[in-house]
């Protein structure tokens, strides 16, 4: 094939001259490229600390910088693509046909946008609340978009879907700030009833974990065919509510040993057919 010195001369022509007309549009497309995401970029921040400046939560406040990061990265996106010449309407046909596809395959991952949404807005609890949910007890580290993420008492991080959460039933100890230990004792028939409650009482009043507003309480609950047993409720702070009830158990134990009073066992009766 022969190449035309006189084509080939038309072809450079012709490019150097769509270069030129086009240069601009290129050179002033990138300059708001670069300029957009330095401006977003000090938004942001500004945003983020006029936001922790009148004290919102830290959850919150990262989610709303978050969106409207994204939010201003895309628009920036659509100035970019426009000021090099390319049609946005088409452009955002595209990307509204992309959506609906995206988000019929992520209806779960909506569900949990969603419920992450709910969360944050109503707040049935905080980062570092205790709470029981979807068959744990654990204490939430973070509330992110889709998953909340919890710390279980062994350490274990468990990540539950925040539609899940926001659908069901969610137990939070630590909202009132203190919590209510509940114990159940069980001695004898022949225990002086007046006596092992005397004793309970009096350690009770003798830790200073144990709060003196709620007043504890000690009281029969059952009388079972084997056992009388006591119900004993102190009240304590969140923080103390673990060593109140460990210490609750041994001092009684300790005590009735010293005052020759048994704990009863629950005994389970077991009845045999004859063969």
Not at 115 to 135: C, N, R, S, W, Y
Request: proline share 3%.
């Amino acid at each position: 094939m022969t190449l035309n010195p006189e084509n080939i001369a038309s072809y450079a022509s012709t490019f150097l001259k769509v270069l030129i007309d086009y240069s601009p549009k290129v050179i002033s497309a990138f300059v708001i490229l670069f300029i957009g995401l330095y401006a977003i970029r000090i938004t942001n921040r500004i945003i983020r600390k006029i936001m922790v400046k009148r004290e919102l939560d830290p959850t919150l406040t990262k989610f709303l910088a978050d969106i409207l990061l994204w939010v201003l990265r895309v628009l920036l996106f659509v100035t970019f693509i426009d000021k090099l010449g390319i049609g946005t309407s088409s452009f955002v046909a595209i990307l509204g046909a992309m959506g609906l596809a995206v988000g019929l395959s992520l209806q779960g991952s909506l569900s949990n946008f969603a419920g992450g949404m709910l969360i944050i807005l109503f707040k049935p609890f905080k980062v570092g609340d205790t709470i029981e949910a979807q068959g744990v007890i654990a204490t939430v580290k973070e509330i992110q978009i889709f998953v909340t993420k919890l710390i279980a008492s062994n350490n274990q991080t468990i990540f539950v879907p925040n539609g899940a959460l926001s659908n069901g039933t969610i137990i939070n100890y630590s909202m009132e700030g203190h919590r209510r230990v509940d114990l159940t004792i069980a001695i004898s028939y022949d225990t002086d009833i007046k006596k092992a409650k005397e004793i309970i009482t009096t350690i009770l009043n003798n830790n200073p974990k144990v709060l003196l507003t709620p007043a504890a309480e000690v009281s029969v609950k059952n009388l079972t065919d084997n056992s009388i047993q006591l119900a004993v409720r102190p009240w304590a702070n969140n923080e103390d509510f673990g060593a109140v009830f460990s210490d609750t158990l041994e001092n009684c134990k300790l005590a009735f040993d010293a005052a020759e009073i048994t704990f009863q066992p629950y005994i389970t009766e077991v009845s045999k057919s004859n063969k």
